[in-house]
């Protein structure tokens, strides 16, 4: 490389970096120029930050993450309770061994349905939160295989939706229920909706199972959709019953939503609001880059705690 061309390389390259550095002075100087936002501006704009992460937390919660919370709390599920089984210690009825009422989500029974590729394990209890990680046994019937009509209950898209399907089965379809009684064979009489002739109680001392969902439009659902099943065999006697329907809270019933935990979706609540302010504040301030940096990592974290409280608000079978 000849003098003349490095000369001229210096040359080019001194007017780009001054004007550089100019602009960086000028950009500087306009950042703190900038009058303080006053409360009205901070306040719409921490409201904004709030309904953006709480909606973009609600709908990765929803289609992404329940999804993969209900898989793994399926995976932790089939062990236990495969591991209860071979000790003979899997709950037979509405309270364990001790004399201890079963709590709820805990695993009672494991359902199969080969037509549609379902392997689930059912908790005890119908609220949205049990059924965060699966079906779950309505606790005022007799488990699978009793004497009786045996309910439980299962979501149709979020959180994996097991019961999706549903609607899909045929009449003399094969359901398979495991409990610690032993392995129960069910067949499908038929699916009714809203509206629809529910087929004659089982005989005395003969065992039914019947599957709820919603029906309609995932995440839309209009109404309730049942599979009603019977018992292929004999039916084992339950143990006596502590539990009426009386007993069961009013997040346990079709469509309800939980609100025992509304206190931690207010904590929660709370420091996104705080952690908004906080964005505003700090982009005004800092800038954008050093806002992102400090502030999406918490953000993400609250918002999806977050929303995953709200989620136990929404219907129980969504």
Not at 68 to 94: E, K, V, Y
Not at 96 to 104: A, F, K, N
Not at 159 to 164: E, V
Not at 228 to 256: R, W
Request: charged share 15%; aromatic share 6%.
């Amino acid at each position: 490389m000849t003098a003349t061309t490095i000369t001229r390389e210096v040359a080019v390259t001194e007017p780009v970096s001054r004007r550089t550095m100019v602009e960086s002075r000028q950009s500087s100087a306009q950042r703190a120029a900038l009058p303080p936002l006053s409360p009205r501006s901070q306040l719409v704009r921490s409201a904004l930050v709030l309904v953006f992460v709480l909606s973009a937390a609600f709908l990765v919660q929803l289609v992404v993450l329940s999804r993969l919370q209900a898989s793994s709390a399926q995976s932790s599920a089939f062990d236990h309770f495969r591991a209860q089984l071979a000790n003979g210690t899997a709950p037979i009825g509405p309270v364990d061994d001790g004399g201890h009422v079963v709590s709820l989500g805990a695993s009672v029974a494991f359902l199969e349905i080969p037509s549609i590729g379902l392997r689930q394990v059912v908790g005890q209890g119908t609220t949205s939160g049990v059924l965060f990680d699966g079906p779950g046994h309505r606790r005022d019937t007799p488990l699978p295989g009793q004497i009786g009509s045996s309910v439980i209950y299962g979501r149709q898209a979020a959180f994996g939706g097991p019961f999706a399907d549903l609607d899909q089965l045929k009449p003399g379809a094969l359901i398979r229920a495991t409990t610690g009684q032993g392995v129960f064979q069910f067949h499908v009489l038929d699916i009714r909706r809203a509206g629809d002739v529910p087929p004659p109680p089982p005989a005395a001392g003969a065992a039914r199972l019947q599957l709820v969902t919603a029906h309609g439009t995932p995440f839309l659902p209009d109404g309730v959709l049942r599979v009603d099943a019977d018992l292929d065999g004999t039916a084992v006697v339950a143990p006596q019953d502590v539990i009426g329907k009386s007993d069961l809270t009013d997040g346990e019933a079709l469509m309800a939503g939980d609100t025992s935990t509304l206190w931690a979706l207010a904590l929660w609540l709370q420091a996104l609001v705080l952690l908004s302010l906080g964005v505003v504040w700090a982009w005004h301030r800092w800038g954008r880059a050093q806002t992102w940096i400090v502030f999406v990592p918490p953000l993400i974290l609250v918002g999806i705690a977050v929303s995953g409280e709200a989620a136990r608000l929404l219907p129980n079978l969504l």
